[in-house]
């Protein structure tokens, strides 16, 4: 079974701080990618990475940045963080080539954070 | 760009009943793929069912199973002899089948949340 371990389950963060969300995946998966969730809005890419040292932004990539130094781990950096960004934080892994276009994305269990 | 649109906020059942949740989805691709995602409270998102748009066949899972209608781009799953474990957040989302950079990203709905009574 595919495992997507986020660090944190929830974090409280202060205005202007820099956060760091870690996300490590078990099956050698390609690709990477970093939602936000808030309700009514579903879920919301932030950016994408399809291999190591390769990113793409998403839909909503702004106030955020991302580093994937190595194939396992894909890391979400708020430079500093802001209220309008509390919210749920999901990551997420899936193969690449031929077995992408079908294959699910596994998901980590999310990160709750608030910023005050 | 592909939108979802899951026009139903909140939905209800009532235990051993059927429910649909319904899903329509914007793109001008012929080829892609759809799923529907569960999101229970402890917020792990799970794959209910996956279609691919090139087959006619609907796809089945056990108690769930989608009525996909490719030219209406409707996407609708349905729930059969309601558990309580069903009630989550369930989730449409598409992807297209073209298979380089961020085409390979899902595209989501708002998503469902559906309660399950006794």
């Known amino acids: 079974d595919v495992k997507v371990t986020q660090s944190s389950r929830y974090l409280v963060k202060r205005t202007g701080e820099k956060v760091f969300l870690e996300c490590v995946q078990d099956m050698d998966h390609e690709n990477m990618f970093w939602y936000r969730q808030d309700p009514g809005l579903g879920l919301r890419l932030i950016y994408f990475?399809?291999?190591?040292?390769m990113k793409e932004k998403g839909d909503i990539p702004e106030g955020y940045s991302v580093s994937r130094e190595k194939k396992e781990r894909f890391s979400l950096i708020l430079e500093s963080a802001s209220t309008n960004q509390t919210s749920m934080y999901l990551c997420?892994?899936?193969?690449w080539g031929t077995g992408s276009r079908r294959s699910p994305l596994h998901f980590g269990n999310g990160t709750r954070l608030t910023v005050t | 760009a592909q939108t979802v649109t899951q026009s139903q906020p909140e939905m209800s059942v009532q235990e051993a009943e059927t429910v649909t949740l319904s899903c329509t989805y914007d793109t001008s691709e012929s080829d892609y793929y759809l799923f529907w995602y569960k999101q229970p409270p402890s917020r792990q998102m799970i794959l209910v069912i996956r279609?691919?748009?090139?087959?006619?066949q609907n796809a089945t899972e056990n108690r769930f199973s989608v009525n996909f209608q490719k030219a209406a781009k409707s996407f609708s799953l349905k729930i059969s002899d309601s558990q309580l474990g069903d009630a989550a957040m369930y989730f449409c989302?598409?992807?297209?089948?073209?298979?380089?950079?961020?085409?390979?990203?899902?595209?989501f709905g708002t998503g469902t949340r559906l309660q399950v009574t006794l």
């Open positions: 279609q691919e748009a090139y087959k006619q």
């Open positions: 990475s399809y291999d190591v040292k």
């Open positions: 997420a892994s899936s193969l």
């Open positions: 989302a598409y992807r297209s089948a073209t298979n380089t950079g961020t085409a390979s990203k899902l595209t």
